[in-house]
């Protein structure tokens, strides 16, 4: 059964950072693409970022302006996003996702002061 | 970006009715496209990818069709656990991008 367990969400304040997680597991992780997806509260599904199956391609959405960093580590089936200067419109559930395949169940980031 | 559109925005439906929800490209993303439930206070779920593959567990009921720039998820008999909101997703191309959904209520 494939599973995609997130972590790392929390309440920070304005121009702090975060790093969330994801634990994938039932499927062969290092074979597949990644992507990172939010959705802010009573709001639709917004992409975040992607990784190539061996971490050498990355893309971000244009409102990430540097601020994210898509990473993985194949060796331990998990990704991560790192997130410096964060705003409250970052605020939002955050999803790990395997197109084709499933979402994780999302870490909440709330940004205010 | 490729724009998706879905409609309608809200369809009322009731029990044991068929439902059909509909979703349009602003090109061609072939046959990379997925549906997605998301009940409230749940993560999203997903249902149909290669525009008319359902995903694992998913009750024969839900059946998507189309290809190109012309997509529809068909419910051919609602449940009550199927009211929920439906996007579409296109993964032909990056940014990945979705529908603004459409919410299937009593």
């Known amino acids: 059964e494939v599973q995609l367990v997130e972590s790392g969400g929390g309440l920070v304040q304005p121009g702090g950072s975060l790093r969330l997680s994801c634990a994938a597991s039932?499927?062969?992780?290092?074979?597949?693409?990644m992507h990172w997806v939010r959705q802010a509260p009573g709001k639709g599904l917004e992409w975040v970022s992607r990784?190539?199956?061996?971490?050498?391609?990355?893309n971000n959405a244009d409102f990430v302006k540097g601020r994210f960093t898509i990473s993985r580590d194949n060796a331990k089936n998990t990704l991560y996003l790192q997130m410096n200067s964060l705003t409250v419109e970052d605020t939002a559930m955050y999803y790990c996702?395997?197109?084709?395949?499933?979402w994780g169940q999302g870490t909440m980031v709330t940004v205010s002061s | 970006e490729i724009v998706m559109t879905q409609s309608p925005a809200t369809l009322s439906v009731s029990p044991g009715e068929r439902a059909t929800l509909s979703c349009r490209a602003s090109q061609s993303v072939s046959s990379n496209l997925a549906w997605i439930q998301q009940k409230p206070g749940q993560a999203p779920r997903l249902l149909i990818f290669?525009?008319?593959t359902r995903a694992t567990g998913i009750p024969a009921r839900f059946s998507g069709s189309g290809s190109g720039r012309e997509f529809t998820l068909t419910i051919s008999s609602l449940q009550s656990e199927d009211f929920a909101v439906y996007y579409c997703?296109?993964?032909?191309?990056?940014?990945?991008?979705f529908g603004g959904g459409t919410k299937v209520e009593i």
């Open positions: 290669g525009a008319a």
């Open positions: 997703q296109q993964y032909s191309d990056w940014p990945l991008t």
């Open positions: 996702v395997r197109v084709e395949m499933g």
């Open positions: 039932g499927f062969t992780f290092s074979s597949y693409w």
């Open positions: 990784i190539a199956s061996d971490g050498s391609t990355t």
